[in-house]
């Protein structure tokens, strides 16, 4: 049995001129600011055909999201609210920028970014508060955003996955919103680190000491105890009945591979309607590698099961 990735000859050719991030403690405040210039540079211009509007949520804590729209708005349109990647440890909302600059003039949609407190400053369950927060918000000022209620559905990538799947089980729990479906982009739901592709030495992107790293940032006192809520980290739960429809799409080669696919396994065997997408030779981050063929398959993926969830039905 093979120890290593295999990943697209493609992206392969990419890899050595990716940087390696090495997370610590210590160095986290610096990694951050090298991945803010390192996004920002890689970012493509925004059009005019979307406007961006950040709302406060809360003051203590502070939740900042960010709406986008389309001019021209068909309301009430459907509602796609997004938490950003970043293993619990990086990343800003502002990564959803470019997402929503196309699918919100795809689609017609409407797009809620949020800011959620990072780790280890802040610890679960913080950040998913926070995510939590801004979904009450969603929900409270549908109307005025030119939102239906009914059809706002939830997402995240990698750890924004994780915090996505989390919020699902937080809120069919809860009772106080439905949301309509959830798409789990490569998440990260996993702190034990069981499977095989976890163990992948030759990981781009999130290594397994990246991985550990993360994990332990998130859950604070609670990593490597028996204490972890599934809200935490979602392939811990027992029971998936009662969760919205669901795509879960990962890469091939991607640490997260496995327990990405138990968990939409276990979702279809729960009852929950799902679609699960493994696309060959995707590394973790797949979506950033753009023009290439696992990149390419990946977007017409995602884009494919949105279009009839996100889609005006006025337009």
Same mark, same amino acid.
């Given at each position: ?140 000022? *549908? #109307?005025?955003?030119?939102? /239906?209620? @009914?059809?706002?559905?939830? =997402?995240? &990538?990698?750890? %924004? +996955? ?70 935490? *980290? #979602?392939?811990?739960?027992? /029971?998936? @009945?009662?969760?919205?429809? =669901?795509? &879960?799409?990962? %890469? +091939? ?63």
């Amino acid at each position: 049995m093979t120890n290593t990735a295999d990943v697209h000859p493609e992206i392969a050719a990419i890899g050595p001129l990716i940087p390696a991030f090495i997370f610590t403690r210590e160095g986290l405040s610096e990694v951050r600011v090298q991945q803010d210039v390192g996004f920002a540079a890689m970012a493509p211009p925004l059009s005019d055909d979307v406007e961006r509007v950040d709302h406060l949520v809360s003051s203590d804590p502070r939740v900042v999201v960010r709406v986008h729209r389309p001019k021209n708005l068909a309301a009430p349109a459907a509602c796609l609210y997004s938490i950003h990647g970043g293993g619990y440890i990086i990343g800003s909302y502002s990564m959803d920028d470019a997402k929503f600059d196309h699918l919100c003039v795809k689609f017609g949609c409407v797009g809620v970014s949020v800011e959620y407190r990072l780790s280890p400053e802040t610890a679960y369950p913080g950040p998913l508060d926070d995510c939590y927060m801004g979904l009450a918000w969603t929900f409270a000022n *549908a #109307a005025d955003l030119g939102i /239906d209620p @009914a059809r706002i559905g939830i =997402t995240g &990538v990698s750890a %924004g +996955g994780g915090l996505a799947a989390g919020l699902g089980l937080l809120a069919r729990d809860r009772g106080e919103y439905a949301i309509a479906f959830q798409l789990l982009e490569c998440p990260m739901i996993d702190d034990r680190q069981i499977s095989v592709s976890s163990q992948y030495d030759d990981l781009l992107i999130w290594s397994k000491a990246s991985n550990t790293f993360g994990w332990q940032c998130y859950l604070g006192d609670l990593y490597d105890t028996n204490e972890i809520p599934m809200y935490a *980290a #979602a392939a811990r739960a027992k /029971d998936l @009945a009662g969760l919205p429809e =669901t795509l &879960v799409i990962t %890469g +091939g080669a991607d640490g997260f591979r496995d327990e990405d696919i138990e968990y939409a396994r276990r979702l279809g065997a729960s009852g929950v309607p799902t679609d699960l997408c493994v696309i060959a030779g995707a590394p973790h981050g797949a979506q950033m590698f753009a023009g290439t063929t696992p990149e390419r398959r990946w977007s017409r993926a995602v884009d494919e099961w949105l279009t009839p969830r996100l889609t005006s039905k006025t337009g």
